[in-house]
Nanobody, 128 residues
Framework: QVQLVESGGGSVQAGGSLRLSCAASGYTYNNQCVGWFRQAPGKEREGVAAIYTGDGSTYYTDSVKGRFTISLDNAKNTVYLEMNSLKPEDTAMYYC?????????????????????WGQGTQVTVSS
């Protein structure tokens, strides 16, 4: 059974950093698009970043470019989201998601409907 388990969330002050982890169990990341999404109260879930495990291509939404970095550790079968210079508007529940093997993330990386597996989420709270 495929499971994605997020960890690393917490509470930080503005300007601080956190590193989120998304560990896969039951299978190995293989030519898949793995994404990080977030959902703030009263808002829709939005794509934050994604990585294609086949070639390491990365994708970011504009609001996090230059501050967040997504990466893959093949040995640990884990995708990370390094978040720096955090802002109060980054406060949300963060979810990781994975698509079935494909030829890339392409423009679908941002959309929740493109993903087949989801983790349970980890809360990130940034105070001003």
């Amino acid at each position: 059974q495929v499971q994605l388990v997020e960890s690393g969330g917490g509470s930080v002050q503005a300007g601080g950093s956190l590193r989120l982890s998304c560990a896969a169990s039951g299978y190995t990341y293989n030519n898949q698009c793995v994404g990080w999404f977030r959902q703030a109260p009263g808002k829709e879930r939005e794509g934050v970043a994604a990585i294609y495990t086949g070639d390491g291509s990365t994708y970011y939404t504009d609001s996090v470019k230059g501050r967040f970095t997504i990466s893959l550790d093949n040995a640990k079968n884990t995708v990370y989201l390094e978040m720096n210079s955090l802002k109060p508007e980054d406060t949300a529940m963060y979810y990781c998601a994975a698509r079935l093997p494909a030829l890339g993330c392409l423009s679908l990386w941002y959309w929740t409907y493109a993903y087949d597996y989801w983790g349970q989420g980890t809360q990130v709270t940034v105070s001003s």
